[in-house]
């Protein structure tokens, strides 16, 4: 059974910085394609980053030069490190996997989600 736990959400300040975990279970996140994606209230989900086998990655424009996804293979965890956040970045994220390898941006390509964790960036 695949399980995806996300951790690491909270409340920050405009202009700092939170580390997004995602410990994966049931799979083994260097040979599947992992995502982040991110839902703020009243809105659709949206495309984050996406990180292939191939360490191949994918960002949203709007998070281009501020957040970094990695991955740590010994702990089958995905990591995304974001920076210089802003208010517009409040949002639900969801760590999502894929069965295939390559990495893709639609979230209807992903097969496994986790729970969710919030983040919040007051102004």
């Known amino acids: 059974q695949v399980q995806l736990v996300e951790s690491g959400g909270g409340l920050v300040q405009a202009g700092g910085s939170l580390r997004l975990s995602c410990a994966a279970s049931?799979?083994?996140?260097?040979?599947?394609?992992m995502a982040w994606f991110r839902q703020a209230p009243g809105k659709e989900r949206e495309f984050v980053v996406a990180i292939g086998w191939s360490i191949t990655t994918y960002y949203a424009d709007s998070v281009k030069g501020r957040f970094t996804i990695s991955r740590d293979n010994a702990k089958n965890t995905v990591y995304l490190q974001m920076n210089s956040l802003k208010p517009e970045d409040t949002a639900v994220y969801y760590c999502?996997?894929?069965?295939?390898?390559?990495?893709?941006?639609?979230?209807?390509?992903?097969?496994?989600w986790g729970q969710g964790t919030q983040v919040t960036v007051s102004s």
């Open positions: 049931g799979l083994t996140s260097s040979t599947n394609a």
């Open positions: 999502a996997a894929r069965r295939g390898g390559v990495a893709r941006v639609g979230g209807g390509q992903y097969d496994y």
